[in-house]
């Protein structure tokens, strides 16, 4: 016996040993490739400042002299210009990398960096050039709210999920939100948000459709364009993200998306196209993934011929995280900076100048268009940010962008609720408001408002017999409550387990209150995909609560609602029809709860339209048979040791390659195309109020089409309605979709019989179609349809064109 547990305890000491020599492997490695400091370039001294003809410069390489790049009344391109001309070319190529993921997070061994931040621009300190911080931020910015040995904290506003920005198809409020989350990066020393999302929702799982605004790209296009030069008018850059077809999180790393080049132009790039030509970012993140068997961050074709030729973007493409497989391909193919910067880049660039792989005027190029952005920023102003952004105002449209953005999709007299009712909420997630999807697009915020505190703070009283249920439940799943943090957020979201109601507890609820009102959650981040059971899918339990409660409620004569807290589509169709109003709440951020009781409570009259098609059921997709459903949430940590670019040796459809095999026929395009039946379409979205639309009028000239249309308030309540112009191609050898969305616009608050005007511009060109033969943008002659109306299945008013 004594023997066996001898080999035993040696075999045991074995493996201890084993998994120690393993763990010093993986941590020396990524010491050396990723996590390595910068110790030759400490924290730049205070600068000197001169004064020239009565302007005062910053004499930023403190030489008592003003060099031009100083001289801030010169052409960006003049003084990026002079600074190359003064940089040795080791200084250019280690400017092409960031200086790995401790700096950026403030692990430096001198306390440097800002905490939370994901990345740097290096240093130049011979030259005065300070350390730019890249922070995520699509939803908010990402920094970290407690610092070791600080007494205060440093939160950040979470704003509404980009799915719900784009359900308020109001540009001029996305543009607010994006100056907010802009002032917020200025005055926490970030400088560049690594958002917004800009990749279509081609299907209902991609996990990061969240972050992402809208199954059609002009949609995206002007929403995105909106967020950017909001954020961009504090001075502070965006990354938009991911170029390009990164519609999956499945093996999002090696896969290959075989994209028609119709549709990679038309849907997939159309959206970057816009906000490019609208608001020109300062940088364009490239996606992880291939794209027809090239890695988008070392593809010339995207990141060259058609962002700069084409499109004449002008500032820096930056690679993901770890992005891309050959760091000299990347720059040689326009791929500026590479994220977050790892040993291993540094000795290959160094080694590809040497051996004459890398050209001299790649290394140029690259760091040109750095430099021009390091020019730009704020800290080349010696801007001093206080830390201290005005957290209170922010929260302030953070609450009016998510009740803008909440979606109506039923309502049968239910709502507005009357202030004198009591509320019965059913479902954990009426007491645990979800603010946003997880991973990068996750925001450290002060708070989160749940369904039950906004409710309460608008005056309504809560049934105390279902609030007690909930506590006893949470109770008795202590562990199930805990929210995971960091990497495991990102694979396993939180989601805590749903009540157990009893008959006799609904019958008891719906007896006590006046109005019931159950919350169903959903979430998904970044790092695997959804899946149809029990996601978009109601439960068993799920379904069970929601026919019990209706019945419970509406046999007591009242009514039940239904609140979706949801980040993406799930289906709607099989029961929709049995609660009495269906309230689509997505993730309003921390303001979510008071902005969903401003919407339930009439406060604020609903006028959110679906950004995306809400299907009868998943099969009715045409990606459905070309996209991963599994849902296998990616391995972090083979990430790191660089395993997930591997190429391997046997291809799996939909994870080491996915055929775009539905063209551009995505979302509404493919199901007016096949006369399908939708659950909700495209653009849908109910109000308090009703709105008559008259007066339809055009007027063609040599490049844009005008298109006049009134719009009249003919209900008992203010509000706003969108209204959408879809344009439909003449007939031809050509397959076009039936309709394209090609305008929209959105009313100011109208009183009940009021009236506004609202004026549409359709350039010509917008018009125009791939031709893959020709590979060129072609228009084809004949007569066009311009359809006017409350959803892209509610058209109002038409009108012909000929071109």
């Known amino acids: 016996m004594k ?86 070319t080791e200084e250019k190529i280690h400017l092409l990398k960031g200086s790995g993921m401790a700096s950026g997070l403030g692990l430096t061994e001198a306390g440097d ?7 740097t621009i290096v240093p130049t300190p011979r030259l005065g050039l300070p350390t730019l911080y890249l922070s995520d931020g699509p939803a908010g910015l990402r920094i970290q709210p407690v610092r070791e040995g600080e007494d205060r904290t440093y939160y950040c506003t979470a704003f509404p999920i980009a799915t719900m920005l784009a359900s308020t198809w109001n540009t001029d409020l996305v543009h607010r939100v994006g100056e907010a989350m802009g002032n917020e990066a200025l005055e926490y020393g970030i400088d ?47 990354s938009v993200k991911h170029f390009v077809a990164n519609n999956q999180e499945t093996d999002r790393h090696l896969n290959n998306a075989i994209v028609p080049e119709r549709a990679l132009r038309e849907i997939y790039l159309k959206g970057f196209e816009i906000i490019v030509k609208e608001a020109q970012p300062w940088t364009i993140m490239s996606s992880y993934n291939q794209v027809n068997g090239a890695f988008a961050s070392q593809s010339p074709y995207l990141l060259t011929d058609v962002l700069r030729e084409d499109w004449g973007f002008e500032g820096i493409v930056m690679s993901d995280w770890f992005g891309g497989r050959d760091a000299v391909a990347q720059i040689k193919a326009g791929n500026d900076l590479l994220e977050p910067g790892t040993k291993k880049q540094w000795k290959a660039l160094q080694r590809g100048y040497e051996n004459g792989e890398l050209p001299q005027a790649a290394i140029d190029n690259a760091a040109r268009r750095i430099l021009k952005l390091i020019l730009q920023s704020r800290k080349m102003e010696g801007y001093a940010y206080q830390n201290n952004p005005d957290l209170e105002a922010h929260a302030s449209i953070a609450r009016r962008s998510a009740a803008e953005g909440m979606v109506l999709l039923r309502n049968e007299g239910a709502l507005p609720l009357q202030q004198e009712q009591e509320i019965a909420l059913l479902g954990v997630t009426s007491y645990d408001f979800i603010a946003g999807g997880t991973g990068s697009g996750d925001v450290n915020e002060a708070y989160t408002v749940a369904l039950e505190a906004g409710l309460k703070a608008a005056g309504f009283a809560i049934n105390a017999t279902a609030r007690q249920w909930f506590e006893d439940h949470k109770a008795a799943h202590t562990a199930e409550f805990v ?53 978009f899918l109601l ?8 026919e019990r409660a209706c019945n419970a409620f509406q046999s007591a004569d009242k009514p039940l609602i239904v609140v979706l807290n949801v980040g993406g589509v799930i289906e709607t169709a099989s029961w929709k029809s049995r609660p009495d109003a269906i309230l689509l709440a997505w993730q309003g951020g921390q303001e979510g709860g008071h902005a969903a009781a401003d919407v339930l409570s009439g406060r604020v009259n609903p006028s959110g339209k679906l950004p995306m098609t809400f299907p009868v059921q998943l099969s009715d997709h045409a990606s459905n048979a070309n996209f991963p459903l599994e849902g296998e949430p990616i391995n972090f940590l083979n990430l790191l040791m660089g395993e997930a670019i591997k190429p391997k040796a046997e291809q799996v459809r939909n994870r080491d390659f996915t055929r775009y095999e539905e063209g551009i026929f995505v979302g509404y395009r493919h199901f007016d195309k096949a006369g399908l039946q939708v659950s909700y379409p495209f653009g849908y979205g109910l109000s308090y109020t009703q709105f008559a639309y008259s007066n339809l009028e055009v007027e063609t000239g040599a490049d844009t089409i005008l298109v ?22 003449p007939e031809s050898g050509t397959e076009h979709p039936p309709q394209e969305l090609k305008a929209f616009a959105k009313t100011p608050e109208l009183e009940p019989g009021a009236t506004t005007m609202l004026k549409f511009h359709v350039p010509v060109a917008d018009l125009r179609y791939w031709d893959e033969q020709q590979r060129k943008w072609t228009l084809q002659n004949g007569i066009y349809q311009l359809r006017v109306g ?9 009108a012909k064109v000929e071109l």
């Open 3 to 88: 023997k066996w547990l001898k080999i035993l305890l040696i075999g045991l000491g074995s493996l201890l040993l084993l998994a120690l020599m393993a763990a010093l492997g993986g941590w020396l490695y990524l010491r050396s490739n990723f996590l390595y400091f910068e110790q030759e370039y400490p924290e730049l001294a205070a600068l000197s400042t001169l004064t020239v003809n009565g302007y005062t410069f910053v004499d930023r390489n403190s030489n008592g002299e003003l060099d031009p790049y100083e001289d801030d009344r010169l052409p960006l391109e003049t003084r990026a210009d002079d600074l190359l001309d003064k940089m040795t």
């Open 113 to 119: 960096g800002i905490p939370g931040a994901v990345g």
């Open 192 to 238: 560049v948000i690594l958002g917004p999302g800009a990749n279509i929702h081609r299907h209902p799982f991609c996990g990061r459709n969240f972050e992402y605004y809208a199954e059609d790209p002009l949609l995206t296009g002007k929403m995105g364009a909106a967020m950017v030069n909001g954020i961009e008018s504090n001075g502070i850059g965006t």
């Open 483 to 535: 929210k995971p943090e960091g990497l495991q957020a990102m694979t396993q979201p939180y989601d805590p387990p749903e009540i157990d109601y009893t008959d006799t507890q609904l019958e008891k609820v719906a007896a006590e209150a006046d109005v019931g009102i159950l919350t169903i959650g959903r979430n998904s981040g970044e790092g695997g995909d959804r899946v149809e059971e029990d996601d």
């Open 539 to 546: 439960s068993a339990q799920e379904q069970s609560l929601l």
């Open 708 to 729: 006049t249309v009134e719009v009249q308030n003919t209900g008992a309540q203010p509000g706003q309605d969108v209204v959408q112009v879809y344009v439909s191609r």
């Open 790 to 798: 409350a959803s892209s299945r509610d058209i109002r008013l038409e």
